[in-house]
């Protein structure tokens, strides 16, 4: 079969060796790669038990069988473990040239076991593998990593690597790769952290082989011409890159603001995918085989926040400014920047400083335990607070551990806007009902990237939905759930799904493997990478009872605008969901369902 290296590198850190195994066609077969398969590897060789920063736990980089290959946007990897931050299955998804890289060296997976003795990193030069001492590296951001990095091995080689964030263990903490894309949510940079592993290190010249390479061009270019047609892949994304959706979602009414007690942001412009077009922006900027390239590459010329990166993007934008009423794009960026470095999830960390917002304005923080006014639209404030959480100093050091952290130790979880402890993205789930439905339901903890019903609600892909209604929202949240898992398990953006559906994406599947999927395989397959990680979850100790929402959300409407009054309706769609699911009323899928996805 072609698409997969067909090796998986075992890397046993407490004993410093490295084994090659040879990757099961069927499992590989089952479970595509990527997401799906590097989850059954997790499920079978981890209890769902593990202390999450144990030696015990592993973590695994996990590509899919069309990164590294022609295929648009064909260059994603995954960090699986289980996460510290939510205690579920934690799979992080980049982009970058990592992934790819860690084909060409000739794997297809790198799983990571116990713990070094001391700060180490992996360096891969195709067949060549070694784990080297990492200690001068030990405290430096990720950015620093890379460039010393690169000098010490070779420069045209890529780099994933942690920040102090992970270091110090801190549950907001990512991974990094080639400095600016992040395997973001769920705190996987923590347990990288937890195994003293600074980096991982790649150049390989091993090409990926795909079964017929002449079906497989077309069926590529075919994707290429249908993303290049579409207004959204084709003309919005290069053009504003996600930040276009800023002025989009705030003028539907739920733009998430000041912590959820707003869904709309008077400042919403000044952090327009627009406006940072016109100020900012550099250039746009592609991933590995991306036609699309929405990064976006940026600079802050002058001021007190002078600098240099890539972003914010959408998600950035919004938990660094949005959410904390924060109207200035300069402290904004330059808080995403520090992020970068550092090593932490934006979605993550803006929350958790919009907690403390909160907290403080309401009088549950006291001002002697931060340290200074920490108010909503302070961004002086913002920066200081995520420079502090990225060392974990002071205030810094809880407000690193998440907002739900936060918001318990001063006795008030309910402020906390997340599910299974993880933090809500930028739309507000009471005025896109269908996002409420996908947060709660979503096997890592809040997520928009499980099952995106904007798509439906907003800009009307493949179909329009009023974001109101609930009817016909558990169908299309379950449909678009499985999909996602099936195209995050190829090794391609998600982003692409704007522009193509399933039926494009399989034919590029199938003629790099030779695997004999037909499309109903595939969405069965999504369907039962879903399950497994349910499953993990329930083993885990989560229940039913964790697919929920924040008060707020189910019993507070938003105040003004467009969704005035709105609440999430999820009473009305969570029994319908599990009865589509083939789950019993307490969401454990049945005997049956089991069966049918051979996970009996």
């Keep these: 079969m072609g698409g997969w290296q067909g090796q998986i590198l075992r890397v046993n850190l407490s004993r410093g060796t490295c084994k090659k195994e040879k990757l099961d066609p069927k499992l590989a077969r089952a479970y595509i790669g990527g997401r799906g398969l590097g989850t059954k590897m997790l499920s079978d060789e981890v209890s769902p038990t593990v202390d999450p920063l144990s030696p015990t736990n592993k973590l695994i980089m996990a590509t899919g069988p069309l990164t590294g290959t022609n295929a648009s946007t064909g260059g994603r990897y995954m960090v699986i473990t289980k996460s510290p931050l939510t205690g579920a299955v934690a799979c992080s998804n980049s982009g970058g040239y990592i992934g790819a890289e860690i084909k060409f060296c000739g794997y297809d997976f790198i799983v990571f076991e116990g713990r070094a003795k001391s700060p180490v990193y992996l360096w891969l030069n195709n067949d060549k593998v070694e784990i080297r001492p990492a200690d001068k590296l030990w405290g430096k951001t990720t950015h620093e990593t890379e460039d010393r990095l690169k000098a010490e091995t070779q420069e045209e080689a890529k780099v994933c690597s942690i920040g102090p964030a992970g270091e110090k263990l801190a549950l907001t903490a990512n991974v990094m790769n080639d400095k600016h894309r992040a395997a973001g949510r769920s705190g996987v940079g923590a347990v990288m952290g937890s195994k003293n592993l600074k980096a991982v290190v790649a150049k390989g010249s091993q090409s990926v082989k795909v079964a017929r390479p002449k079906e497989f061009m077309a069926a590529c270019l075919a994707v290429v011409k249908k993303l290049a047609d579409s207004p959204v892949t084709g003309g919005g994304l290069p053009k504003y890159g996600t930040p276009v959706l800023v002025n989009v979602i705030n003028a539907h009414g739920f733009l998430p603001t000041r912590n959820f007690q707003q869904g709309q942001f ?8 627009e406006t940072i077009a016109d100020t900012i922006l550099l250039k746009n900027k592609g991933c590995f085989a991306c036609t699309i390239a929405c990064a976006r590459v940026s600079e802050v010329k002058e001021g007190k926040y ?10 950035s934008d919004w938990a660094l400014g949005i959410d904390t009423g924060v109207s200035d794009l300069a402290a904004v960026t330059k808080a995403n920047y520090l992020c970068n470095e550092l090593g932490m999830d934006t979605i993550e960390a803006g929350v958790a400083v919009a907690t403390a917002m909160e907290l403080f304005e309401k009088g549950h923080i006291p001002q002697k335990d931060i340290g200074r006014p920490l108010r909503f639209g302070d961004g002086d404030a913002l920066v200081w607070l995520i420079e502090e959480m990225g060392y974990r100093r002071g205030f810094g050091e809880l407000v690193a551990q998440g907002g739900y952290r936060v918001a318990e130790k001063y006795g008030h979880p309910e402020l906390f806007m997340g599910v299974k402890k993880q933090a809500f993205p930028a739309y507000d789930g009471r005025g896109a009902q269908g996002m409420a439905l996908g947060y709660s339901t979503s096997n890592r903890g809040a997520c928009h990237l499980r099952g995106y019903t904007i798509s439906v609600e907003v800009f009307g892909i493949p179909k329009k939905m009023d974001p109101f209604a609930t009817q016909g929202k558990p169908e299309v949240s379950k449909l678009f759930q499985d ?6 398990s190829t090794g391609i953006c998600l982003f692409t799904t ?5 039926d494009d994406i ?3 599947l199938e003629h790099a493997t030779g695997a004999g999927y037909t499309l109903e395989e595939c969405l069965k397959a999504g369907e039962r990478i879903w399950n497994l990680e349910r499953l993990f979850n329930l083993k885990a100790g989560l229940t039913g009872k964790d697919d929920t929402l924040p008060p707020r959300i189910l019993k507070e409407g938003i105040p003004a605008g467009p969704a005035k009054g709105m609440v999430a309706k999820l009473p009305e769609m969570l029994p319908e969901y599990y009865k589509l699911r083939g789950w019993d009323a307490s969401g454990v899928p049945s005997k049956a369902k089991l069966k049918e996805l051979a996970l009996g």
Aim: proline share 6%; no cysteine; glycine share 22%.
């Design 483 to 488: 999909v996602t898992a099936f195209v995050d």
């Design 306 to 315: 002078k600098g240099a990166g890539e972003g914010p993007e959408y998600e």
């Design 266 to 273: 008077e400042g919403a412009d000044k952090l327009s995918g």
């Design 498 to 502: 704007f522009g193509i559906g399933a």
């Design 506 to 508: 399989h034919p590029m």
